[in-house]
């Protein structure tokens, strides 16, 4: 089965410092790539969408020159925390989707960042 | 506006039980419905994915239905095992324009105890 991988699954980084999160699909071609967050005990909420090669769509409410997206190959999209607060400490999971097919998206393992 | 309610919020069960997740949904257009587990600081993994078309779907000891007319679905989990123990979050997936949207429920925390 399709397989997304993320990197790093934990961090902890200190406040004003910025950390990036990698996502990769391991064995298929993903034309689209999503970010979620997540808070304890609640639901995954979108966070952008990226295709490969153009620029990500944001979600309301979702700084985008806070939370930077890059989506430069089709097996790869980062998504960099920059200048992290305390409030940005959530668990990060990206999914993958393939273009045409809207039956699946494949998700990530999550990676939980801590800012102090 | 797009919703997604599932119930119960949580559930406690012995293992070997039998049980039955609810989802209503409000979510239009509808594309489809999906289940998906989510261990504990684990990204969620797809159960079934259900179209309009279809009623009920089976893989392995879970079993979900739909009922497009009511908006409803239900996840039934068999003989259930300690391994069982997670949240079940229903998705139900909607088309606007050229992308298809998610529209995540809060999930139902299932723990499986001896």
């Known amino acids: 089965g399709a397989v997304v991988s993320q990197h790093p699954s934990r961090v902890i980084c200190k406040s004003g410092t910025s950390v990036k999160i990698e996502c990769r699909s391991l064995?298929?071609?993903?034309?689209?790539m999503f970010w979620y967050r997540q808070f304890p005990k609640k639901s995954l909420m979108l966070m952008a969408t990226?295709?490969?090669?153009?620029?990500?769509?944001?979600e309301q409410g979702v700084e985008k020159d806070k939370f930077l997206i890059n989506h430069a190959s089709l097996t790869l999209s980062t998504l960099t925390v920059t200048s992290a607060h305390p409030e940005d400490s959530s668990f990060y999971i990206c999914?993958?989707?393939?273009?045409?097919?809207?039956?699946?998206?494949?998700f990530g393992p999550g990676t939980r960042l801590t800012v102090t | 506006k797009n919703q997604v309610e599932q119930s119960p919020q949580s559930l406690i069960i012995l293992e070997g039980k039998n049980c039955t997740l609810q989802?209503?949904?409000?979510?239009?257009?509808?594309?489809?419905l999906r289940w998906y587990k989510q261990d504990t600081g684990r990204g969620p993994v797809s159960l079934t994915i259900?179209?309009?078309?279809?009623n009920t779907k089976s893989n392995g000891r879970y079993t979900a239905t739909l009922d497009a007319d009511t908006k409803q679905s239900s996840l039934h989990i068999t003989a259930s095992q300690l391994s069982d123990s997670a949240s079940y979050i229903c998705?139900?997936?909607?088309?606007?324009?050229?992308?298809?949207?998610?529209?995540f429920g809060t999930g139902t925390r299932l723990q499986v105890t001896l």
């Open positions: 999914s993958a989707g393939i273009s045409g097919s809207s039956y699946e998206q494949y």
């Open positions: 064995d298929f071609q993903a034309t689209t």
């Open positions: 990226s295709n490969e090669g153009s620029k990500a769509t944001y």
């Open positions: 989802c209503n949904y409000t979510v239009s257009p509808f594309s489809n």
């Open positions: 259900m179209t309009f078309s279809e």
């Open positions: 998705v139900v997936s909607r088309h606007t324009g050229t992308a298809s949207k998610l529209t």
